[in-house]
């Protein structure tokens, strides 16, 4: 899990050395996601990288009735996970990362039980790893680990700890 986790963190110094710009001018979660998206698919050869992918081979994510995130719209705010690494056709899902500008004033949770229903293994299109990153103009101001629909404290303690390291963020 960490090789997977360090191949994120190449990225995020990828994404700050070469896209300052967005912080800047105060561009989009959208923007800034498909901008680390790109370096992302540098760091994991073989896989596809995609961001808003809704799909697992031919069927559509949708959560079980009930849960908190609502699943039956087309807005790409539900089920949606900002950035996937995956293989398309086999399918098998790697990696689920969802980014979030500190500035965002929505609240965390949305993100949060997003990441814990994207790696919960009793769903049948499950993710073996899920990645928060709350992001400022200076680096990750927050970061977090998902496995098995939870977060992993320890995992989420070397991960913030690894950013840190790299001048990339704030240990948890």
């Known amino acids: 899990m960490q090789t997977e986790l360090n191949k994120v963190i190449a ?4 994404f700050y050395a070469h896209e300052g710009f967005l912080f800047e001018k105060d561009i989009g979660e959208r923007a800034i996601t498909h901008r680390f998206a790109v370096h992302l698919e540098r760091q994991f050869q073989g896989w596809s990288i995609d961001c808003n992918y809704d799909r697992l081979g031919e069927r559509t994510l949708h959560l079980p009735h009930g849960t908190i995130i609502s699943t039956d719209d087309h807005l790409g705010k539900s089920i949606y996970p900002d950035v996937v690494v995956h ?6 899902n790697l990696l689920a990362i969802e ?16 990441l814990k229903a994207l790696t919960d293994p009793h769903v049948w299109f499950a993710y073996w790893i899920g990645v928060l990153l709350v992001l400022d103009q200076r680096g990750v101001t927050m970061s977090e680990v998902y496995v098995s629909g939870l977060v992993d404290e320890q995992q989420s303690r070397w991960f913030a700890t690894r950013l840190e390291d790299v001048g990339l963020g704030r240990a948890r």
Not at 87 to 92: F, L
Not at 99 to 114: C, G, M, V, W, Y
């Open 11 to 14: 990225a995020v110094g990828d």
């Open 99 to 114: 980014i979030r500008k500190a500035s965002n004033h929505t609240p965390l949770e949305h993100d949060q039980h997003k």
């Open 87 to 92: 293989q398309r056709e086999i399918p098998n």
